[in-house]
């Protein structure tokens, strides 16, 4: 069979928060969107346009109240928990805006932490954590506590972490939000090599920085909650 | 199975980066399974003890009373019983209380004949003479002697009585001996000044077991001021007593356990904003939800059975090198305390299950419970708060 060129579609997904509730809250209206194989798409808009809702449905963190998102041409929205949790374990990889690492632990704990639910030998996930330390240059602050490193290596961590498990989708929250504009040309130089490996990257931003790269293949452009173009 | 290694060593690494809190629960937690456990060894000891002691006690036990309590019984009575079909050996036993004023303790005084199996000296011989008698373990340690000292004792006239130390008992069961002065039958009368031809009680010996109850109903028929004491009551007394008061304790200290599993429950509950996040990143990553549970499963273990072990060993020590002295004066009664006592430590399996299951499972339990209701909910609500 012949793969899709979407590895990402989304058909009429809305997403309200609180539902029944005085602070029932609408996130997402009716957004169906294509997100192409291999490339870098952005979704872009201001705060509280609804992008970080959009990337948590199409990365399996949360699911829609209405509509379906098609991943690899599967619908996941009806798939029982378990095969959500496979999504985000073999799929996904996720570079979160605060990055989300567990700071008391040392940078190669956050690392293999996607790891530990798995049958793989500890030495085979050392040496796979070392091979993507070494990547980002953080391999001399193995043993340090992520609380003492600074933004810029927090941020090479949490990459190193999305991609222990070699995922196929790369999702980034506002990965440019706490960094200057050395460390975010950095980080694009990140996510070309990782395009060119045929991963498919996915940015919630409203930094003008990262939206008008040359890099970038697609923009969606959103405004509270719906979909105000894309090209 | 290596996955679930890699977990518990996981569970392991996040109870130490919360040092200070695991170190705070275990603490309380040790204290609550040490107050358990020394009830339940204490108690346990103290029955098997009785047990022990009355598994050489008499069939059957007659005494004579008037007005409700206690007094000599005639000699003569001893005859009488001896005919009833079924009766073996019947014997006349001579035996008190003794209050000593100069140490503040009470010893059982004793009187025999011959060389009873149920005496077993540790070392010496048993008295022989008037001025002569053999002593337990606690009467030699309170009073500074041994065998081939003295013991001087004040008799029922208020007289001095020097008495050579011919033995000591052996402590194999403390219980039994630990406070007995055994002296013959002939000096034991003179002492206590018993007026002749009475006795404290008869035992009796019956044949068949089974027919213990019908023999007790023979001699109260045919001695009506007489009470018969089967050994079989004795045993349930003893086991009464025992599991009242051990219940009284266990009840309090089950109110405390209960308190403690409560503010482990609340704690669980209010799980911290750290710990929220850290399972909402866990679940972000690619953790399933049983591996979360999984993973608060084994820091609930981890944490229960350290204060388990630790509580259950503070409970021993407690109990079996202390001599229990926070519990003694509750379970053991007035009447035992004096002289001290060592229990003979007699572990029983199925007294560490209930009381690991008393234990473990109530706090593993307040611990998986609370973290499923976090664990069941998407990551992105979580990570959003």
Redesign the interface.
Known sequence: MERSAYIIRTHHVKKVYNPGKPDEMTALHDISVEIERGGITVLQGPSGSGKT?LL?AIGC???PTEGKIFVDGKDVVKLP??FL?EM???KFG?I?QQY???R??SVL?NIV??L???????AEMKERALAVMDRFSITEKKKMKVKFLSGGEQQRVAIA?ALI?NPDVIIADEPTAHLDKKLAAEFMDILAALCGENRTVVIATHDAFVYEHSLVGKIIAMRDGRLAGAH | ???HL??ID?AL?SIL?RRNKSLAIISAFTVVVTALASILLFSNSLKKEAASLLASAPDLIVQRTMGGRHELIPTDYAAQIRKIHGVGEVNARYWGYYYDALTGANFTVLGTEGNPETLQLLEGRLPAGEGECAIGAGVANLKNTGTGGELILVDSSNTGVLYEVTGVFRADSSLLTNDLIVLSNDAIKGFFGLPPGKATDVAVQVFNENELQTVAAKVKRLLPDSRPITRTELVRTYDMVFNWRSGMMLSVFGAALIAFCILAWDKATGISADEK??I??????????S?VLALKFWEGVIIALTSYLLGTIAGYLHIFVFNAFLLAPVIKGWSVVFPDFHLTPHLDPYLFFTLGFLTIAPYVASTVIPAWKTA?T????I?RG
Do not use: V
């Open positions: 809702s948590s963190m949360s699911r928990e378990r949790t985000r374990r073999n996720f979160f989300h690492l567990i008391s632990l704990d932490l996607p530990c639910p798995t049958d793989l030998p500890p972490r498990n | 199975m290596i996955k890699k977990i996981y690494t980066r996040q850290e909402g990143i866990l679940k972000a990553i690619g953790w399933d939800t591996e069941i998407d990551p992105d609500t990570m």
